[in-house]
Structures are given as structure tokens and as C-alpha cells.
């Protein structure tokens, strides 16, 4: 027992974890794995779309892309909730990227071709958090549905 609540206590204050929370390439990521895992189907077509609205939304190489979901997935997976995502990607992304993020979520959401109603609550829920109106996330729903995110896999 006492080894356990040492290693619980070392996760929480492991500096890694806390920066890892503040980097927005990695709170982007979570954000996403988090919309991709919604409907309880996390596909290998969703792990394509988030490592390419990745390496779109930060300028990275397929690698770079790579690492950044599975650090995405390893913080989504260690998160009690999704606040310290949002709170920097409010804080550190321009409004235009929140929007471009809105978008990149919707095109994961659409990417199985169905619209899941968990998908649909967390959607719901995020805009306000990332400081996305409705009215801009109607839109990037409709810009994602107009690539063809939903029918072809959802490349973006």
C-alpha cells in the first residue's frame, strides 16, 4: 500500500506531467484523443485524422505528428478531467486557432462516418471551454462535412 500511494504521489509531482499539461501541442492532442475516444471506438482512421490535424494546426512532420498523439493519448489517459486542456488552449492559441481546433475536432467526431451522441455532448461542451461560439462551431461543422469528413475517413 505504501509503495502505491508513493507512486501516486510521485505522479503528481512529477514536473513532466505538469509541463506536458501547459504545452499546447500536447493539450490539442488530448483534446482530441479525448473526442475520438467519446463514442468508446477509438479507430486507427481517428488516430490518422488527429496526427493530421496535428501536424496542420503546428506545422509538424509526420513524426513530430506521431508523438504528439501519443503524448495527447498518455495525458488524455492520466486526466481527471478536461480543464487544464482547455484552460491552455484558451490562454495560448489565437482565436482563429481555436476555431481551426473546433473544426479539427468536428472532423474526428465525423470521421466514422456517424454522429454519436457522446461525441455530439462533448462537442457541446468544449466550445465554450475553448472560447469557440456556437455559431463558429455550427460553422466548422459545416466546413468539416464539406471536406468530407464523415464519407472518406475525414482527411483533412
Known amino acids: 500500500m505504501a509503495r502505491m500511494l508513493d507512486a501516486i504521489r510521485k505522479f503528481f509531482a512529477a514536473p513532466e506531467a505538469a509541463a506536458a499539461a501547459d ?12 473526442l475520438a475516444r467519446a ?61 481551426a481546433l473546433m473544426e479539427g475536432l468536428w472532423s474526428v467526431a465525423l470521421s466514422d462516418g456517424t454522429r454519436d ?5 462533448l462537442l457541446r461542451k468544449l466550445a465554450p471551454l475553448i472560447a469557440v461560439t456556437d455559431r463558429d462551431s455550427a460553422e466548422a461543422r459545416m466546413r468539416a462535412l464539406a471536406r468530407g469528413a464523415g464519407t472518406d475517413g475525414g482527411a483533412c
Open 23 to 34: 504545452d499546447p501541442v500536447v493539450a490539442v492532442a488530448a483534446l482530441l484523443v479525448e
Open 39 to 99: 463514442d468508446a471506438d477509438y479507430t486507427d482512421a481517428e488516430r490518422v485524422v488527429v496526427e493530421h490535424l496535428l501536424a496542420g494546426l503546428f506545422d509538424l512532420d509526420a513524426a513530430e505528428a506521431r508523438r504528439a498523439r501519443l503524448d495527447g493519448e498518455a495525458a488524455q489517459a492520466r486526466a481527471a478531467d478536461l480543464v487544464r486542456f482547455t484552460r491552455v488552449v484558451k490562454t495560448q492559441l489565437s482565436e482563429a486557432d481555436r476555431v
Open 117 to 121: 451522441p457522446h461525441e455530439d455532448a
